[in-house]
């Protein structure tokens, strides 16, 4: 069924050159075209620095000022493909020739994806091409979900160490895996603290860090990042003595970046 309304569809267009999502006069005197790809990176990691858990949550944003019923297209695995293409081969491929095709590379595989309307699901199922004729101005193309070759852009190792029942002495260092030419911006890690801290000390290579005792954790704001480089952070929490019994959970380090 899904199969026939995207043939419905597909003769509508091109009968009338309507689509639902788009008015056919639009004009502009430059046509230009932006796409961002904005991701958020989910990781589990031991204290001994093992991947416990790995996986990519991302948005492809769009933004279209384009005039007319432009048909666009683009495709993951791009990299693959031309070098396909350049050998002698044709670009337009089957799923199974695509799939031995990438199988082993570093590729992008989705475990599952949503697309905006506008995309012609069946181009996409049979050769990964996503082809469509976008909306007017901003819009978000498609989400996505991937566990496979997940290059981590950064490492986080950590060592808490209680001294005694009065103190908790932190070692937090982070490196960056990317090239010396990118900056991450706006990096934030939040390392968390027990419930009973009174006072802290702390000192930060780069950035600035401080106690937050509303959210129970040290905020370490680092306003840029460069790529290969590795900053520390130690600190020390003095701690109230309590009559709980109950042991700190120890949560993980939170760290948000662009």
Same mark, same amino acid.
């Given at each position: 069924?899904?199969k @026939?309304?995207?043939?419905g569809?597909?003769?509508?267009?091109?009968?009338?050159?309507?689509?639902?999502?788009?008015?056919?006069?639009? =004009?502009?005197?430059?046509?230009?075209?932006?796409?961002?790809?904005?991701?958020?990176v989910?990781?589990?990691?031991s204290q001994?620095?093992? !991947?416990?858990?790995?996986?990519?949550? $991302?948005?492809?944003?769009?933004r279209?000022?384009?005039s007319g019923?432009? %048909?666009?297209?683009f495709g993951?695995?791009?990299?693959v493909?031309?070098?396909?293409e @350049?050998? $002698?081969?044709?670009?337009?491929?089957s +799923?199974? %020739?695509?799939?031995?095709?990438? =199988?082993?590379?570093?590729?992008?595989?989705?475990?599952?994806?949503? /697309?905006h309307?506008?995309?012609?699901?069946?181009? /996409?199922?049979?050769? +990964?091409? !996503?082809?469509f !004729?976008?909306?007017d101005?901003?819009f978000e193309?498609m &989400?996505? #979900?991937?566990? %496979?070759?997940?290059?981590?852009? /950064? #490492?986080?190792y950590?060592?808490?160490?209680?001294v $005694?029942?009065?103190?908790?002495?932190?070692?937090?260092?982070?490196?960056?895996?990317?090239?010396?030419?990118i900056?991450?911006?706006?990096?934030?890690? &939040?390392?968390?603290?027990?419930?009973?801290?009174?006072?802290?000390? !702390?000192?930060?290579?780069?950035?600035?860090?401080?106690?937050?005792?509303?959210?129970?954790?040290?905020?370490?704001k680092?306003?840029?990042f460069?790529?290969?480089? %590795?900053?520390?952070?130690?600190a020390?929490?003095?701690?109230?003595v309590t009559t709980? =019994? =109950?042991?700190?959970? +120890?949560?993980p380090?939170?760290?948000?970046?662009?």
């Open positions: 069924e899904k @026939k309304s995207e043939q569809s597909k003769i509508a267009i091109h009968a009338t050159g309507a689509v639902a999502w788009r008015r056919p006069d639009v =004009k502009y005197r430059k046509n230009e075209a932006f796409v961002d790809v904005i991701e958020s989910n990781l589990i990691m001994k620095g093992t !991947i416990l858990r790995a996986d990519v949550s $991302g948005s492809i944003m769009m279209a000022y384009l019923m432009p %048909e666009c297209k993951l695995n791009d990299q493909i031309l070098d396909r @350049k050998s $002698g081969s044709n670009l337009g491929i +799923r199974r %020739e695509y799939e031995s095709v990438t =199988k082993g590379q570093n590729t992008v595989e989705l475990d599952d994806c949503q /697309f309307q506008c995309v012609r699901l069946t181009n /996409f199922e049979n050769s +990964r091409t !996503i082809s !004729i976008p909306p101005g901003e193309l &989400k996505y #979900r991937t566990t %496979e070759n997940i290059n981590l852009p /950064f #490492r986080i950590a060592v808490a160490n209680e $005694g029942k009065s103190r908790l002495e932190y070692k937090v260092s982070v490196r960056s895996h990317f090239s010396t030419k900056f991450a911006q706006n990096v934030v890690l &939040k390392i968390p603290t027990p419930p009973n801290t009174s006072n802290t000390v !702390i000192n930060a290579s780069v950035g600035k860090a401080k106690y937050v005792g509303s959210e129970n954790c040290i905020v370490w680092i306003q840029r460069q790529g290969q480089q %590795e900053l520390f952070l130690s020390e929490a003095e701690l109230t709980t =019994k =109950k042991a700190w959970s +120890r949560p380090i939170l760290m948000d970046f662009q």
